[in-house]
């Protein structure tokens, strides 16, 4: 056979399965629901540790906090150990565990 007719005979099978998939659809394929402000649920406010307490749990620790910033229910502190070495952490403020610690060595 020419390399032609291959090449022409492939690209029209190609069309024809393109041209059939497109027209076949799943036996199951529905809209997927879209969410009104009647259909969502507020999620509940979470209880969250004061931030006298997180303060407390992290100086309990020899640090001594010269930056913390409050993000959803998180608390990000910047701090300092006896050693003056900075040092990073995340809290839960929900249970005030550290989440992430990372200390800057020199």
Request: aromatic share 4%; no cysteine.
């Given at each position: 056979?020419d390399k032609n007719?291959?090449?022409?005979t ?7 399965a393109l041209?059939?998939?497109?027209q ?7 809209p997927a629901?879209?969410a009104?402000a ?7 406010a979470a ?11 992290v100086?309990?620790q020899?640090?001594?906090i010269s ?6 229910l998180?608390?990000k502190?910047?701090?300092y ?6 040092v990073k952490m ?7 565990e550290v989440l992430?610690?990372e200390?800057?060595?020199?």
């Amino acid at each position: 056979m020419d390399k032609n007719v291959i090449k022409f005979t492939v690209i029209v099978a190609i069309l024809a399965a393109l041209a059939f998939a497109v027209q076949a659809k799943p036996a199951s394929a529905q809209p997927a629901p879209v969410a009104s402000a009647s259909t969502l649920t507020p999620i509940p406010a979470a209880k969250t540790l004061s931030y006298e307490e997180l303060e407390r749990r992290v100086t309990a620790q020899g640090l001594r906090i010269s930056k913390a910033e409050v993000r959803d229910l998180l608390l990000k502190v910047t701090a300092y150990d006896s050693q003056h070495r900075k040092v990073k952490m995340m809290l839960d403020r929900r249970t005030g565990e550290v989440l992430a610690r990372e200390i800057k060595r020199d």
